[in-house]
């Protein structure tokens, strides 16, 4: 008896050990990397988060052309965050919150370094609040001026490809697209201009000045974003139903005279070729005085001194579809944005009474020396827009692609490589095997031959 309740005694006790709850486990919360590890620009995009949506409020003075500015991104957290980074090298900051609370943060060069009072949990929502003020100023390395660029009576943004970081904070990595609000404030005498659709347009206030807002919902790079701040010729209008505006600075009136009527024609002309426009507007801005290269600004496309002529335009748009739309997740595969908007080009003239794209190929395929000295499909951060290696030699393998496969599998190619890969991002590797799949052939070394060797390729 004696035995049978010891043993029953330490029974209980072994049960009762083992329904005591076990001790949680520590997380480890651990910075954030301080760059999306593109080879071009290291530092360029951050780790640790994805960003669902960039909300811009931005006061502009004309007066010194400050802005006044906070800069909120709502993220998700894809690691045990004790601190992250956002590209910024904008005006001076005045305060920084992470969910509402005032976060500690340092600058070092490019970067903007956040710790927040308390880690943030892997698949967390979180929100980062920037506060700024200061006259933003662009930035320029290898491949020219860019970011926030200067007017007599305003300013615009062409950031392309290193840019945004001038007057937002962002993850401006081309691989990390968000949603993207803008409520922008100038004296009343100015015309803001931005992304996406136009939402309102308040009154002015007792200082003069009046707040419009803009609404990018599809997502968009970094630096695809733009704003356009100035006296501006404005004209609203429809392409297959949807929102078409177009604005221009009055002293560019004789190079834009036709931006609006054109665009429509444009855009519906390659909504035949590359399937569905994907965004919900679409328009152009020309501002500036040429110095700064147009952009494919998103939805709205900018050209800095004017559009030089139609086929720019047709150029800008195509890259709606190969750019924006389907965007490039490393710099070194641009030629998938420059290549193709050229092709555009060549297309263009082809249906319209000029030479067939083979005409103009076979005229570049005759070049020496110098023309083939790069490698279209990694050109170099410093060569990364050249007009020979990437703009001309990518439309080339286009159209050598083209006469290899037969326009029955070529011209489905480019609707399904457009729509398969809406709103995302790609690389040449998933070009090479759609291209692939939908030939029945190999096409590795023949990609490999256009795109990966210095050289003239045979045909």
């Known amino acids: 008896m004696v035995r049978k309740l010891a043993a029953l005694a330490a029974s209980l006790t072994v049960m009762a050990s083992s329904a005591a709850p076990a001790a949680a486990e520590p997380v480890t919360f651990l910075p954030g990397a ?47 965050l004790s601190r992250f980074n956002l590209d910024f090298s904008g005006p001076s900051i005045s305060d920084v919150l992470v969910n509402g609370a005032r976060a500690a943060y340092r600058r070092d060069g490019q970067e903007l370094v956040v710790t927040p009072p308390n880690g943030l949990r892997s698949g967390s929502t979180f929100t980062v609040a920037v506060s700024y003020a200061g006259a933003p100023k662009a930035v320029s390395d290898a491949t020219g001026e860019q970011g926030w660029i200067r007017t007599k009576d305003g300013a615009y943004v062409a950031s392309q490809p290193d840019g945004a970081r001038s007057w937002f904070p962002a993850d401006d990595s081309p691989a990390d697209k968000a949603t993207f609000s803008f409520r922008v404030s100038a ?106 290269t147009a952009l494919e600004t998103q939805g709205r496309p900018v050209y800095s001194g004017g559009p030089t002529d139609d086929l720019e335009i047709v150029h800008e748009l195509a890259h709606q579809w190969f750019g924006d739309s389907v965007g490039v997740r490393s710099w070194r595969d641009i030629w998938l944005n420059e290549g193709f908007a050229t092709y555009a080009e060549w297309l263009y003239q082809e249906q319209h009474g000029g030479p067939t794209a083979k005409k103009i190929f076979d005229r570049h395929y005759r070049k020496t020396g110098h023309f083939w000295n790069l490698k279209t499909g990694d050109p170099g951060q410093a060569h990364m827009f050249d007009e020979h290696a990437v703009y001309l030699r990518g439309a080339m393998t286009v159209q050598a692609l083209r006469t290899k496969i037969g326009d029955k599998v070529f011209f489905p190619l480019l609707k399904t490589w457009a729509q398969g890969n809406r709103h995302g991002t790609a690389t040449t590797a998933d070009f090479v095997a759609l291209a692939e799949r939908l030939s029945g052939q190999n096409l590795r070394p023949f990609f490999d031959a256009w795109l990966y060797q210095a050289k003239k390729p045979r045909l």
Do not use: C
């Open 34 to 80: 301080a760059g999306a590890g593109d080879p071009y620009y290291p530092l360029q995009g951050n780790g640790g988060y994805d960003v669902g949506h960039y909300d811009l409020r931005l006061r502009f003075d004309p007066d010194g052309h400050k802005v006044d500015a906070t800069t909120t991104i709502t993220a998700i957290a894809a690691q045990n």
């Open 187 to 292: 004296p009343g005498d100015l015309t803001v201009l931005a992304n996406g659709e136009r939402t309102g347009t308040g009154g002015a206030d007792a200082d003069g000045y009046r707040t419009t807002r803009w609404e990018m919902r599809q997502p968009m790079a970094p630096y695809l974003a733009t704003v356009a701040i100035g006296r501006f010729v404005v004209s609203e209008g429809t392409v297959d139903g949807m929102p078409n505006v177009t604005a221009y600075d009055p002293s560019l009136a004789d190079e834009s005279k036709d931006l609006h009527d054109f665009t429509a024609k444009a855009v519906a002309w390659e909504t035949g070729l590359f399937g569905p426009y994907p965004f919900s507007s679409t328009g152009g801005i020309a501002d500036g005085d040429g110095s700064v």
